[in-house]
T-cell receptor, first 114, second 114 residues
Framework: QKEVEQDPGPLSVPEGAIVSLNCTYS??????FMWYRQYSRKGPELLMY????GNKEDGRFTAQVDKSSKYISLFIRDSQPSDSATYLC??????????????FGAGTRLAVHP | NAGVTQTPKFQVLKTGQSMTLQCAQD?????MSWYRQDPGMGLRLIHY???????DQGEVPNGYNVSRSTTEDFPLRLLSAAPSQTSVYFC?????????????FGSGTRLTVV
């Protein structure tokens, strides 16, 4: 079983829809949670960063962490065609000793059509 | 502001050939890493460095070597290419650790081994 599971999609939604992207994980020691966005044939770019549980909002994007369920979500409001990309979740255990490696999900492909 | 620069962008190798993937960053980041990205597998850590002169193995290091003689450069060497090394390779850097500040990724090198 992978440490981080992410539905690969693709997820296709109309412009203006609310999008929900999710990851589950098995390591209860994870404390740092991130979402990266990756456009086609580009490198990933950091979108959202959350420490421990709770919500974080940045414009149209909201990241949620539920440590009790080992579940994280990224919500995109008023989705735009420019949001079409692959979204990767990533997480790490700060106190794992040494270098704190990020464990990535496989990514969910999102297509927002006009 | 170049960020993380990877060369070449594309490469085709024959089985058994060796080559070096170049990575350079101009942000004075301490942490640098190499990942490979395969369909359905997400990003997997090959090697990483926490500073000049210091390198260590990641999740999938076999068949690859790295060195870090300067803060800016972190080349990845394929010793004897195999078809299983066909992948997209990303170099990434971070200021104070990827769990604190996230990664800045390069645009990737698409490698095909025939």
């Amino acid at each position: 079983q992978k440490e981080v599971e992410q539905d690969p999609g693709p997820l296709s939604v109309p412009e203006g829809a609310i999008v929900s992207l999710n990851c589950t994980y098995s390591n209860s020691a994870f404390q740092y949670f991130m979402w990266y966005r990756q456009y086609s044939r580009k490198g990933p770019e950091l979108l959202m960063y959350t420490y421990s549980s709770g919500n974080k909002e940045d414009g149209r994007f909201t990241a949620q962490v539920d440590k009790s369920s080992k579940y994280i979500s990224l919500f995109i409001r008023d989705s735009q065609p420019s949001d079409s990309a692959t979204y990767l979740c990533a997480m790490s255990n700060r106190f794992s000793g040494g270098y704190n490696k990020l464990i990535f999900g496989a990514g969910t492909r999102l297509a927002v059509h006009p | 502001n170049a960020g993380v620069t990877q060369t070449p962008k594309f490469q085709v190798l024959k089985t058994g050939q060796s080559m070096t993937l170049q990575c350079a960053q101009d942000m004075n980041h301490e942490y640098m890493s190499w990942y490979r990205q395969d369909p359905g597998m997400g990003l997997r850590l090959i090697h990483y460095s926490v500073g000049a002169g210091i390198t260590d193995q990641g999740e999938v290091p076999n068949g690859y070597n790295v060195s870090r003689s300067t803060t800016e450069d972190f080349p990845l060497r394929l010793l004897s290419a195999a078809p299983s090394q066909t992948s997209v390779y990303f170099c990434a850097s971070s200021r104070g650790g990827p769990d604190n500040y996230g990664y800045t990724f390069g645009s990737g090198t698409r490698l095909t081994v025939v």
